[in-house]
């Protein structure tokens, strides 16, 4: 247990619609990411936040955005939703902002559009 | 760097034998670079790193390398088990060096 928590687990959703996955990232870490894995795919940053502001973006689509609330604790939210969003999604976290620190990954949401 | 090249994209070995994963990075700044395996529907788990004051770490059956100057790094898994059947995914610092940027991953199947 990476102590990165996620929910919900599984998902499913219909096309064009909107959902959120949530993360509480470890005790005391400041940053967390976020990333999508399809099917066959590698793991693909979408951004990141540390200590409530966005630090760095990486291939996050403009129906796609994020927040982290003053708890630490980050949202994902994916609206008009496709099928080819179908995927997992991990968040992950680090104790800083700058990669003095590991990255530890919580267990993922995966998520199916229908 | 932002572009990390990971070879090969499968790999198959007989229990007991070694593997070797190959990664090249672009930015010769670069000076983290862990290595995270995932088992099937779970989630990436970092199981060695190495920062680039040092050319080698260990770590019982597993070993990185780091060639600087080609600026290439390596996981080498001794006497491997079925146990280590996964997928082994390379990184190295992304876009402003507080992400990471991810190989596209190695398939490892250590048959019994």
């Known amino acids: 247990d990476s102590g990165v928590t996620q929910t919900p687990k599984h998902l499913i959703t219909a096309t064009g619609q909107r959902v959120t996955l949530r993360c509480s990232p470890r005790s005391g870490d400041l940053s967390v990411y976020w990333y999508q894995q399809s099917l066959d795919q590698g793991l693909q940053f979408l951004i990141q936040?540390?200590?409530?502001?966005?630090?760095a973006k990486g291939n996050i689509l403009e129906r796609f955005s994020a927040q982290q609330f003053p708890d630490l604790h980050s949202e994902l939210n994916l609206s008009s939703l496709e099928l080819g969003d179908s995927a997992l999604y991990f968040c992950?976290?680090?104790?800083?902002?700058?990669?003095?620190?590991?990255?530890?990954f919580g267990p993922g949401t995966r998520l199916t559009v229908t | 760097g932002e572009n990390v090249e990971q070879h090969p994209s499968t790999l198959s070995v007989q229990e007991g034998d070694s593997a070797v994963i190959k990664c090249t990075y672009s930015d010769s700044a670069s000076n983290y670079f862990p290595w995270y395996k995932q088992e099937l529907g779970k989630r990436p788990q970092l199981i060695i790193d190495?920062?680039?004051?040092?050319g080698e770490k260990k770590d019982q059956r597993i070993a990185v390398t780091l060639n600087k100057t080609a600026k290439h790094f390596s996981l080498h898994i001794t006497e491997t088990q079925p146990e280590d059947s996964a997928v082994y995914f390379c990184a190295a610092p992304g876009r402003g060096y507080s992400t990471l940027t991810f190989g596209k991953g190695t398939m490892l199947l250590v048959s019994p």
């Open positions: 936040y540390y200590n409530g502001e966005e630090r």
């Open positions: 190495i920062r680039s004051n040092v």
């Open positions: 992950a976290s680090s104790a800083l902002g700058t990669l003095s620190y590991e990255q530890y």
